[in-house]
């Protein structure tokens, strides 16, 4: 393992703006200016890092309440950080000791509250990067994929879902170089616990989320110069998620996570960074690599 090291911006949505490891930056970065200047109901911008996306990806608010607000001190150590919003709080603590990063949070509210949580990570990966899941997992493609497909798009649905990694046909572990397409995924299966590990030549970064009583899953926007309309660019977010929908509103039973009558739910996340052997390839094996 190589140490990891973070930063955040916590005036800006606690939004991680570095995540390095031996001399590599892993978070993708785009010159956004606009980014610095939201407020709280503005469409999303787009400007790369790591955003904290919750109480939904999609729909309103663009992303979620809580990457236009910012989020303040909630420890003496500096450590932990809060962001409250209109119907919850969140609380963020970030401890790198190990040489991982391990990210604790807890979201307070009322019970019953329903909500998607998404770390919204934009990874630097070049044309040969390649995404690895666990096996016997599930992918659910959503409308913009409809083009890609070689298959019509079933009147009115929601999402279609088929086996990783090829829902549809499409292989969705080659973060490859850009052919105009963008296709969001997500991909569950994995009980409480899901990881996705990114390898990009002989360096990977290994995400795990752990959720007890919640839906656990990993999202994929895997936008290969296919997005935005009239100024495209390449971009990979590799993205630890609760729930199985980017719109909360398209949430049913068991799509998202949902607040337990003592008024909290708390995950973890750990991220990790390795150098590989040369010549290693971990194509086909049977779950992520250790």
């Given at each position: ?17 570095s995540?390095r490891?031996g ?25 790369g ?17 809580a990457w236009s607000r910012?989020?303040?001190?909630a ?44 770390g919204?990570?934009?990874l ?5 990067a ?15 994929a ?8 079933p009147?009115?649905a ?11 046909g ?9 052919d105009?397409?963008a ?18 030549g ?31 660019y ?24 949902v ?11 750990t ?5 590989q ?5 971990y ?5 992520p690599?250790?």
């Amino acid at each position: 393992m190589i140490p990891l090291a973070v930063q955040v911006d916590a005036g800006h949505g606690g939004r991680w703006t570095s995540l390095r490891s031996g001399g590599r930056e892993w978070l993708w970065h785009r010159d956004e200016p606009q980014r610095a200047h939201v407020i709280p109901g503005d469409a999303f911008v787009d400007a790369g890092g790591f955003e904290e996306c919750v109480p939904t990806v999609r729909g309103f608010p663009d992303h979620g309440d809580a990457w236009s607000r910012a989020w303040n001190v909630a420890d003496d150590a500096g450590l932990a950080h809060v962001v409250r919003c209109p119907h919850f709080e969140l609380t963020r603590s970030i401890d790198v000791r190990t040489g991982a990063v391990v990210a604790e949070y807890r979201l307070t509210a009322e019970p019953g509250f329903r909500f998607v949580w998404a770390g919204h990570a934009l990874l630097d990966l070049s044309e040969q990067a390649f995404l690895q899941l666990g096996r016997n997992l599930q992918a659910r493609l959503f409308p913009e994929a409809g083009p890609y497909l070689g298959q019509a798009w079933p009147d009115g649905a929601d999402w279609i879902e088929e086996n990783w990694p090829a829902p549809a046909g499409l292989r969705l572990e080659d973060l490859g170089p850009a052919d105009g397409s963008a296709v969001g995924a997500v991909i569950y299966g994995a009980g409480t616990a899901a990881t996705a590990v990114v390898h990009d030549g002989p360096d990977r970064l290994r995400m795990t989320l752990q959720a007890a009583g919640q839906p656990v899953s990993v999202a994929l926007w895997r936008n290969l110069g296919g997005f935005p309309r009239g100024r495209p660019y390449r971009s990979i977010g590799v993205e630890p998620m609760l729930g199985r929908v980017f719109d909360l509103a398209q949430a049913g039973e068991g799509d998202c996570a949902v607040t337990p009558a003592a008024g909290e739910v708390r995950w973890r996340l750990t991220v990790t960074a390795y150098h590989q052997k040369e010549g290693a390839d971990y194509r086909g094996s049977s779950g992520p690599a250790a």
